[in-house]
């Protein structure tokens, strides 16, 4: 079954502003600072200096919070970084596009590591365990996106227990800001990707969308064989429930992999392709995917794709991310030039 979606996100979006102001959203961090971070209990009693980022998301949080000159070394990369950060992002270090080692962040002497996902520094990090890095009296702080309401011990990549949560986001932002001693530019911060948010949920329903659906296809194994697509639990799901399209992937796993067959029958309005530089697979490459949409026998039928309903997103911006909301804004604004009628 899938997750039960709120009919009521809309509203969600608009009254969860106030919801921040318990936060001291604009007095100074008072420390020591005490926080409950996917599990583990953290206190800093100054703000950090020497930062190592685990993780492009939490790496661009900090550049937007303008806190780049903290970050002496960065890692695990999925594309090119944001324009507006190309400058601050050439001066710092880059560890590695994946994985680093231990020894690697170790040896930058961190006051705190920034993590996205817990699978690369939690329990049973590929970097290394939280534990393992507080024997050294480094603290880490992982993304609460890629916690709350999920269960990294299941899998490679963990199952969401409950839809993606922008508001975890959103989280993740005003606690690293209280972290650095920053208040004032969270919130701005936080104001900002809020307001945005709202006027591309209100474009698309101004639309009038009716039974629209969509299908996100971020890769595949290999071009001839079933994709990787977005299902009930991420990111794409919490997009295509705000702005009223459905989504016709009924599972509850963040990207299952599903036969084209299953798709085409199900003749989603929109497709929505995922656009990134790695190239693990063939089908990473954005042209392949459009290639083989156009040419496969059976994919080539749906309307989507005979009516040339497809719109490109970075791949990035369907992972938890500060990139949500320009990947909400691509979207509104591309299905307001489609021909949904």
């Not at 604009?26 to 926080?35: I, K, N, S, V």
């Not at 560890?95 to 699978?119: G, K, T």
């Not at 911006?317 to 307001?336: F, K, Q, V, Y």
Request: proline share 6%; aromatic share 8%.
């Amino acid at each position: 079954m899938p997750f039960p979606l709120s009919s009521a996100l809309r509203g969600a979006v608009l009254l969860a502003a106030p919801l921040f102001c318990a936060f001291p959203a604009l007095a100074q961090t008072e420390y020591p600072l005490h926080l409950s971070n996917c599990g583990v209990d953290l206190t800093f009693d100054a703000a950090p200096v020497r930062t190592v980022t685990v993780g492009q998301a939490a790496t661009e949080i900090l550049y937007a919070l303008d806190l780049g000159d903290r970050v002496l070394g960065t890692s695990v990369w999925f594309s090119a970084v944001l324009p507006q950060f190309e400058t601050v992002n050439a001066g710092v270090p880059r560890l590695a596009d994946n994985d680093p080692s231990f020894e690697s962040v170790v040896a930058l002497r961190p006051d705190l590591v920034a993590v996205q996902y817990e699978w690369h520094i939690g329990p049973q990090g590929s970097v290394g365990t939280r534990d393992q890095f507080a024997d050294l009296g480094i603290p880490t702080y992982t993304l609460p996106s890629d916690c709350e309401g999920k269960d990294n011990s299941v899998g490679s990549d963990g199952t969401r227990l409950a839809p993606y949560s922008i508001e975890s986001l959103y989280q993740g932002i005003d606690e690293l800001a209280r972290i650095f001693d920053v208040p004032e530019r969270g919130a701005a911060l936080l104001d900002d990707l809020r307001a945005r948010e709202e006027a591309a949920i209100d474009a698309a329903r101004a639309l009038d969308l009716g039974d629209a659906s969509a299908v996100f296809w971020f890769s595949s194994a290999e071009m001839d064989i079933d994709p990787y697509v977005a299902g009930q639990g991420g990111a794409p799901a919490y997009m295509m429930e705000a702005l009223g399209l459905r989504n016709i992937i009924d599972s509850n796993e963040e990207w299952p992999v599903v036969g084209w067959e299953t798709i085409a029958r199900a003749n989603p309005t929109v497709i929505v392709l995922a656009r990134m530089d790695r190239r693990r697979f063939e089908a990473d490459d954005v042209e392949r995917k459009l290639d083989f949409l156009r040419t496969d026998p059976v994919a080539s039928q749906m309307d989507a794709v005979r009516h040339n309903r497809i719109v490109v997103l970075d791949a990035h911006g369907m992972d938890p991310s500060i990139r949500n909301i320009d990947a909400l804004e691509t979207l509104s604004a591309a299905l307001a030039g489609l021909d949904l009628q």
